[in-house]
Structure formats: C-alpha cells, structure tokens
C-alpha cells in the first residue's frame, strides 16, 4: 500500500513557476510509476504526466510539454512537478497517483493509489 500526499500548491502570477512535491510512504515506492494529473472546477481530471519506477522516463501531455517536468528521488520517496511559465488555464487542483503497471498510462483508472491533491491559482 502506497500513501501520497501533496504539497507546494499557492497562488502565482502568470508566467511564475511552482514546486509541487508528492510525498509517499510504504517501502515499494520505487517500484510504482507516478502520473500527475489535474482537474479545474466543473471539467475532468485530465493526465499531465507521468514518471517511470526509476525515473529515467518521463511522458507529458502537449499542453505542457516545454514547460513542466517531473523528477523523483526515491530515497526521498519524493515526485516532483516543476511548473514554469505558469497560465491561468493551469489553475486546478493537482493529484499525484500511483500504479502498479509496469508501463505509464494516461487514464486515471489505471492509477490505483492517489493523494488529496493540492490548489494551483494562476492570476493574470
């Protein structure tokens, strides 16, 4: 069983950057692929990313591909996702997820732990 928990969500000006961490507990994080997704009021949670058990992969959508980037430490139990050049239409609330599979998938049904997410508000 893996716990995730979210932080480094806050209100940013666009075009400003921010950190978000997902934090995991149990001794089997390393073996999980990660996917970040967000969901903003009234639409579907939709995929952003995800990274690979050992981190040497990593799988953007388009809509960020450029300006986000994921990275793990594993000693740290630690996700990262790295937001630069932020946009309005990147407010949301973001969840990190965690999945068995041995491949990345971009369907959150796939994903069998997730965290509580975390409040992104991009100001223009």
């Known amino acids: 069983q893996v716990q995730l928990v979210e932080s480094g969500g806050g209100v940013v000006q666009a075009g400003g950057s921010l950190r978000l961490s997902c934090a995991a507990s149990?001794?089997?994080?390393?073996?999980?692929?990660i996917g970040w997704f967000r969901q903003a009021p009234g639409k579907e949670r939709e995929f952003v990313g995800a990274?690979?058990?050992?981190?040497?992969?990593?799988y953007y959508v388009d809509f960020v591909k450029g300006r986000f980037t994921i990275s793990r430490d594993n000693a740290k139990n630690t996700v990262y996702l790295q937001m630069n050049s932020l946009k309005p239409e990147d407010t949301a609330v973001y969840y990190c997820?965690?999945?068995?599979?041995?491949?990345?998938?971009?369907?959150?049904?796939?994903?069998?732990?997730w965290g509580q997410g975390t409040q992104v508000t991009v100001s223009s």
């Open positions: 997820a965690a999945t068995r599979s041995t491949t990345w998938s971009d369907r959150r049904f796939d994903y069998d732990y």
């Open positions: 149990g001794r089997t994080f390393s073996s999980y692929f």
């Open positions: 990274i690979s058990s050992g981190g040497g992969m990593t």
